[in-house]
């Protein structure tokens, strides 16, 4: 049987152990952070905060809603199982070069 330990009246506790979002297997919590952000035990967490085109979750925070996101965990094993279906996105910083006029007397 399947156990979760998620509360009825939605508030849950930091180091609460939570199930995955594909197979429901509970992860334990193996560090708790200093930011209310619990790191599952075999398993990684993920959030999204919505995005424009989902009927379903987009809160849109730049219109007046507070910030806010939802959270899943997914266990390793299943990460691994569903890989043709993960992106791994890497971010890179663009420089960009303004000119000015030079004046030695006011330049820092
Ligand atoms: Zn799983």
């Not at 330990?5 to 509970?26: I, W, Y």
Request: proline share 6%; with cysteine; net charge neutral.
């Amino acid at each position: 049987m399947i156990k979760n330990d998620m509360p009825t009246d939605g508030l849950v506790k930091q180091g609460t152990p939570r199930a995955c979002f594909v197979c429901r297997k509970n992860l334990e919590t193996v560090h708790i952070g200093d930011t209310n952000t619990d790191m599952p035990s075999g398993g990684t967490t993920w959030h999204t905060t919505g995005n424009y085109g989902s009927a379903v979750y987009d809160p849109m925070p730049g219109f007046g809603a507070r910030p806010r996101a939802l959270d899943i965990l997914i266990c390793d094993r299943c990460l691994e199982e569903r890989k043709d279906l993960v992106l791994e996105r890497t971010t890179r910083t663009k420089t960009v070069h303004s000119y000015k006029t030079w004046d030695p007397k006011t330049s820092d």
